[in-house]
């Protein structure tokens, strides 16, 4: 009897080392598979990606892009109103740097996919985009082809710009977001592959803005759009009480007394003056310098301090566009909205205010 209590005891333990063996193992094979395994492979991906950039320099072969990259470069903005289409622009290039530049014309392929989402990820299951890439309509779009271009040798750039707007009837709530796919594949004399994913969310009904700019230019501008069709009265007049709206049509027959009394839309920019001036020859600060709506600070320069203005507030018209010059302290960055990083704040901060 105590000799088969032993061969018990004994059976039971090689069990538990087995179940304990067994346990061990899984998680040894789970350690590889969620950390070493894709650690491996993402290093092997960039030692890859090295050796071929090499190979590509070393035959004068550059493919790049401002908004593009071979890890898919991400753009984020919520800052389209879904009123008016809405438009991005990417530049290509086949340079290393001003000196070194390809000396032979790239040949490449542009494809896309365009997908609306509701605010909680549901895709729209209708049609709801017009959307228009290189100047050829969706209807001429071929999935397979892409639309081909070409960075020639002999200025070594390239551009081309997708554009989107709602169907005619469609509308989009807010948080609602167009999710844009873009690659550019050269392919010739060699293949590289660029990608880019622009997620562009409705942020601000009845207003949007970007602001254009590129590498080395003096200046930028601010594009602030307001498509609101009405105007609110500030001031009693006529039989209008405060908060009641004033279409269009009814707005452009008022008096300037009473036109003065309503107002569209007010915009606020705010602005960092040691990064990003306000060209005060505008009209903007021209109609605005001397009022409440301008705030400014304080900067010293060899010993005098001197005053910038930092924000700025203006009324826009119903259905207007208008645009605001900024110069630039540093003339080689490029602050151009939507930027790539969405942590990233804009350079000029635009908001819709009340008062």
Known sequence: ???????????????????????LLFIVIQVFIRVILPASI???RYVYRAIRNYYFNSKAFYFNSDRLSEDTAVYEADNWSGAEPYAVTINMNSRKNIEEVSKVNINYTIKYTCKVFKANGEEYGEDLIDFIIADT???QYNEDEGISKTIFADNNISSFNFQFSLKQNKRLENDDYVFVTVTAESTSPYKKTLKGTFKITIGNPGMSYQIEDEAYSPYLNVIVTNTLNYYVVDQAFDGRIVGSTVNIQDYLSL???????????RILLEFNPEEVVLDTTSLIYLENRDTDNVTYTQIESSGESYDYVNSIKFAIDAEESRVIKFYKKVAANDYSYPVSDSSEPPKVNVSVVEN
């Open 1 to 23: 009897m105590k000799e088969t209590r032993t061969r018990i005891r004994r059976k039971n333990g090689g069990v538990k080392k087995l179940v304990f063996f067994l346990i």
């Open 137 to 139: 309509r969706e209807d």
């Open 42 to 44: 993402t290093f092997s």
């Open 255 to 265: 008096s300037d007394e009473n036109k003065a009394k309503c107002h569209s839309m």
